[in-house]
C-alpha cells in the first residue's frame, strides 16, 4: 500500500460561482448549517494532534470556495505555522485573489491551484454560470506577480464546450512558468450530462499538443496525479490528470476531508467515509481519533472509476463541491 501522506481539507461547500462540473444547475443543493462545518479549532486540531502524528503531513485547502471562508487568512496562517508541516497548498477559482493573494503569501502559503476553464469570457461564463472571468484574470495575474510558485491553472476538459481551447491554454506556459493542468471531466453530482457528453481523454489531448507544439517530459513539484509535460522551450509545463481514462491509483496518497468532518479514503469511495466531526465533538481524545483514521488508511483499496460501484452504493450524495474536489 501506498504511504498516505496528503490530506485535501474541505473549508466550506459554499461557492460564488455556479460550475456545470461541479455544482450543475440541475441538482439542487442544500447548504450545511454553520455549526455543522468544522471551526477552525477543530481543524487545527485535527491537523496538528491525529493527521501529522500519523505522517500526513502535505496539506491542500479546498471548498466550495476556500476564500469565502471567513478568516480565512488566519487559518492559513495558523496551520502554515504548525511544527511538520511539510507543504501546504490551496485550490481556489481566483475571484478573490486580487485582493487576498498578498495576505495569503504573508500568511506562509505557496502554492495556488486556479480554475480557469477558459479564456473566452462568455465560454467561461457558461461554464461558471457567472461573468467573471476578468476579475478572475486579474486575480491569477495578482497571484502571480506576488510570487506563488509553482502557479497551477486547472482547466476541466468538456466536450462541445471548451474542447477547442486546449491548445490556447497550453500556450500560456510558453512565456510564463506556470502550469496547466487538464482534468478529464467526471460523472461525480452531473450524471446526466456526462452520459450524454462523455468526456476527452487525455490521450486525445496530448496528441493534439504534441502534433501543434511537441512534447517533453516535464518537471513541477506537486503531490497530485498529473502526468507532466513540458512543450520544448516553455517556461512552464503540462500536465494530464486522467482519472477517467487512466487509473492513477497505483500512486494515490491522499484523504479527503469534508467540510462537516467526514474523512473519505478515496474520491469515488462514498460509503467507506468515517465522521471525524461527531467522534471529536463527542469527547473522542487524539490517541482513538488517530486510530480511526489508521484504520480507514488500512481499509483503503484502489477504486478507479470502471470500479467505482465497489466504493459507493447507488449513485453519488454529493457534488464535487461539497466533497472538496
Excluded at 485535501?8 to 459554499?14: E, T
Excluded at 501543434?212 to 512552464?236: T, W, Y
Aim: charged share 20%; proline share 5%.
Amino acid at each position: 500500500m501506498n504511504t498516505i501522506d496528503y490530506l485535501r481539507i474541505s473549508v466550506i461547500d459554499r461557492c460564488n460561482f455556479r460550475c456545470s462540473y461541479c455544482m450543475p444547475e440541475d441538482v439542487s443543493l442544500s447548504y450545511l448549517p454553520p455549526q455543522a462545518v468544522l471551526s477552525d479549532r477543530e481543524l487545527l486540531f485535527l491537523v496538528q494532534e491525529v493527521f501529522l502524528p500519523l505522517g500526513i503531513n502535505k496539506f491542500r485547502i479546498t471548498g466550495g470556495e476556500p476564500l469565502l471562508r471567513h478568516r480565512i487568512v488566519d487559518l492559513i496562517r495558523a496551520i502554515a505555522q504548525l511544527p511538520k508541516v511539510g507543504d501546504l497548498s490551496l485550490t481556489t477559482n481566483g475571484y478573490f485573489l486580487s485582493e487576498l493573494a498578498t495576505p495569503l503569501y504573508q500568511a506562509g502559503l505557496r502554492r495556488l491551484n486556479i480554475s480557469l476553464d477558459s479564456l473566452d469570457p462568455q465560454i467561461f461564463a457558461q461554464i461558471t454560470g457567472r461573468d467573471r472571468w476578468q476579475q478572475v484574470w486579474q486575480g491569477i495575474l495578482a497571484a502571480y506577480e506576488v510570487g506563488f510558485s509553482p502557479l497551477k491553472l486547472n482547466v476541466v476538459v468538456m466536450p462541445h464546450v471548451n474542447e477547442h481551447e486546449v491548445l490556447d491554454l497550453a500556450a500560456l506556459t510558453l512565456n510564463r512558468p506556470w502550469h496547466v493542468r487538464f482534468i478529464e471531466f467526471m460523472p461525480i453530482g452531473n450524471t446526466a450530462r456526462f452520459e450524454s457528453e462523455g468526456w476527452v481523454t487525455s490521450a486525445d489531448l496530448r496528441t493534439k499538443l504534441r502534433d501543434r507544439f511537441g512534447l517533453s517530459e516535464g518537471q513541477c513539484l506537486g503531490n497530485g496525479p498529473a502526468d507532466v509535460f513540458q512543450i520544448p522551450g516553455a517556461l512552464g509545463t503540462v500536465g494530464f490528470i486522467s482519472q477517467m481514462s487512466e487509473c492513477f491509483c497505483d500512486r494515490c496518497n491522499r484523504l479527503r476531508l469534508s467540510a462537516d468532518g467526514w474523512l473519505r479514503p478515496c474520491l469515488l469511495n462514498e460509503s467507506g467515509q468515517v465522521n471525524l466531526r461527531d467522534a471529536l465533538r463527542q469527547g473522542t481524545d487524539a490517541t482513538a481519533l488517530q486510530q480511526i483514521v489508521r484504520d480507514l488508511i488500512t481499509a483503503k483499496t484502489p477504486i478507479n472509476f470502471k470500479e467505482r460501484d465497489r466504493g459507493t452504493q447507488s449513485t453519488y450524495s454529493r457534488t464535487m463541491s461539497q466533497i472538496g474536489g
